[in-house]
Nanobody, 123 residues
């Protein structure tokens, strides 16, 4: 079973940047994609971004397009989420996920989840 560990959350002021990363603990040949979701207090978990493991195709939620960039390092089994121009509404727990389904945007398409890393953006 794959284990995912996130690093790099934190607290910043609005307009700042963070770059959380997610490392997978096992071979990822059965995993088609990795993604990031977030969940704010009192809200449902929502899709943020995803990247396919082989071709590197990327997908983003409309709310983060142009501000966030997802990338991967296959040799390190690691995915990164570069977050720029952060806004207070980006405050949430961010979860890394991995899955073998061809679906992208639904949390049901992901089989493995990290514990989450907190991102707090102050105004």
């Amino acid at each position: 079973q794959a284990q995912l560990v996130e690093f790099g959350g934190g607290s910043v002021q609005a307009g700042g940047s963070l770059r959380p990363s997610c490392a997978a603990s096992r071979r990822t040949f059965i995993i088609d994609k990795m993604g990031w979701f977030r969940q704010a207090p009192g809200k449902e978990r929502e899709f943020v971004a995803a990247i396919t493991w082989s071709g590197g195709s990327t997908f983003y939620a409309d709310s983060v397009k142009g501000r966030f960039t997802i990338s991967r390092d296959n040799a390190k089994n690691t995915v990164y989420l570069q977050m720029n121009s952060l806004k207070p509404e980006d405050t949430a727990s961010y979860y890394c996920a991995a899955g073998s389904s061809k679906l992208v945007y639904s949390s049901y398409a992901y089989d493995y989840w990290g514990q989450g890393t907190q991102v707090t953006v102050s105004s």
